[in-house]
């Protein structure tokens, strides 16, 4: 079993930048593919970003992209979502998880373990 607690989140202007951070417990984490996913009032949760075990293959949604950029340090057991240029649609619960998925990552992977949630809120 793992545990995840995710943290960073905040209040941030249009235009300026938030890092947030997932650590974990238990099993090593460099066996658990991991993701960030968001959820808005009223929206459905969505996947924003994903990092595979090695680090070497990212998913990134459509909305994000070159925006936001995920990144792994398993020697640490932390998962980092660095967010640039936020916009106020950023807006979200940000929720930090974990598979035993393998490969390349894309939203049909189904994920075993969640984090508590940090809330973002980008101002205009």
């Known amino acids: 079993q793992v545990q995840l607690v995710d943290s960073g989140g905040g209040l941030v202007q249009a235009g300026g930048s938030l890092r947030l951070s997932c650590t974990a417990s238990?099993?090593?984490?460099?066996?658990?593919?991991m993701g960030w996913f968001r959820q808005a009032p009223g929206k459905e949760r969505e996947l924003v970003a994903a990092?595979?075990?090695?680090?070497?293959?990212?998913y990134y949604a459509d909305s994000v992209k070159d925006r936001f950029s995920i990144s792994r340090d398993n020697a640490k057991k932390t998962v980092y979502l660095q967010m640039n240029n936020l916009k106020p649609e950023d807006t979200a619960v940000y929720y930090c998880?974990?598979?035993?998925?393998?490969?390349?990552?894309?939203?049909?992977?189904?994920?075993?373990?969640w984090g508590q949630g940090t809330q973002v809120a980008v101002s205009s």
């Open positions: 238990g099993r090593t984490l460099s066996t658990y593919m």
């Open positions: 998880a974990a598979t035993r998925s393998f490969g390349v990552p894309t939203p049909e992977n189904v994920y075993d373990y």
């Open positions: 990092i595979s075990w090695s680090g070497g293959s990212t």
